[in-house]
């Protein structure tokens, strides 16, 4: 049985996936760890909550011990925008915090899940169909940590036998928490404003491709990944995903059949729009589908149906 530990389970992914996980693994099996308290009560109370700072490596350990954890989800991280204002703030929480979870996964035999990004690939890079190996020079300091991330996971698989693994995610849109600073946070908030105003002013260009994932897209691929035979994996730390790429001319059309008056205008943010137009349009996921069997249940016309009657039951708007 699966004894799992979450570190920033209170973001925009922990907070799903831990109830997602308490479902199916038993909720006194996953513990919720954040550097807050301050989170959302079905997480707090369905099942254990410590306070972790992961940059804090003996508290980590000690959690470890005192759960019986045998496989650590390591979510802490600071996304794209937030880092470009404080890049020294990013690094060490992406950085040390990874290399403290490593070591802590080192030393007493766990296995180690870390999401990667579409933020690892630069301007160099192939942009459509991105192939899972190609160059990698981002230019944010979040893309540098996560590129790091992948070859020092995959080192301490290599080096020390440490079962890690991990996926690229691109974008992730969800109706239940809020995103978390990153550029393609314009995805979740053009459905929440649709909902509530019939409006949205997108800080990303029109024309602006990107991949996105819905997050019960988001869920299955990480248990598919933790629960996949190691046999079979051979990138483990960096694989494409792909569901929909899409830019928010798509993503309005598709509103516009749900709600017709909705108006998408834009207001361009040149900082993240700099990093939208060196990340892909599209992955090429064929080494996921390959050797864990991926395959998205959501495009974008089932994420939209599925969002706005979402968000119209939660904001009590339709």
């Avoid at 893309?143 to 790091?148: E, H, N, S």
Wanted: with cysteine.
């Amino acid at each position: 049985m699966k004894k799992i530990m979450l570190t920033g389970c209170l973001g925009q992914i922990g907070t799903e996936l831990t109830l997602h996980l308490r479902d199916r693994y038993g909720s006194n099996n996953v513990l919720a760890t954040d550097c807050s308290i301050k989170g959302p009560s079905e997480v707090m109370e369905s099942g254990p909550f410590e306070v972790l700072d992961v940059l804090n490596a003996d508290r980590m350990a000690e959690l470890c011990d005192k759960y019986k954890i045998n496989t650590i989800i390591h979510l802490a991280a600071i996304l794209s925008a937030v880092g470009e204002k404080n890049p020294q703030r990013a690094f060490d929480v992406n950085m040390i915090g990874l290399f403290n979870v490593l070591e802590v996964a080192r030393e007493k035999h766990l296995q180690v899940f870390t999401p990667s990004s579409i933020a690892v690939f630069g301007k160099s890079t192939p942009q459509d169909m991105t192939p899972q190996d190609t160059i990698q020079r981002p230019n944010t300091i979040y893309g540098v940590t996560k590129v790091a991330g992948e070859l020092l996971s995959d080192y301490y698989y290599t080096k020390f036998g440490v079962d890690t693994r991990g996926i690229r995610l691109p974008g992730i849109i969800s109706h239940m928490a809020m995103p978390g600073g990153g550029t393609t946070d314009y995805a979740v908030h053009i459905f929440y404003e649709a909902v509530k105003n019939r409006r949205y002013t997108s800080f990303i260009a029109k024309g602006t491709k990107m991949d996105m994932i819905y997050m019960p897209d988001c869920l299955k691929a990480i248990t598919m990944l933790l629960e996949a035979d190691p046999a079979r994996l051979q990138h483990r730390n960096s694989f494409n995903i792909a569901s929909m790429s899409v830019a928010p001319e798509d993503v309005a059309k598709e509103i516009k059949k749900h709600i017709p008056d909705f108006e998408l205008t834009y207001d361009v943010d040149p900082v993240r729009q700099a990093i939208a137009e060196s990340w892909p349009n599209r992955m090429d996921d064929r080494c996921a589908r390959e050797e864990w069997d991926w395959e998205p249940d959501y495009d974008l016309a089932a994420t939209t149906k599925d969002m706005l009657e979402r968000l119209s039951a939660k904001l009590n708007a339709g």
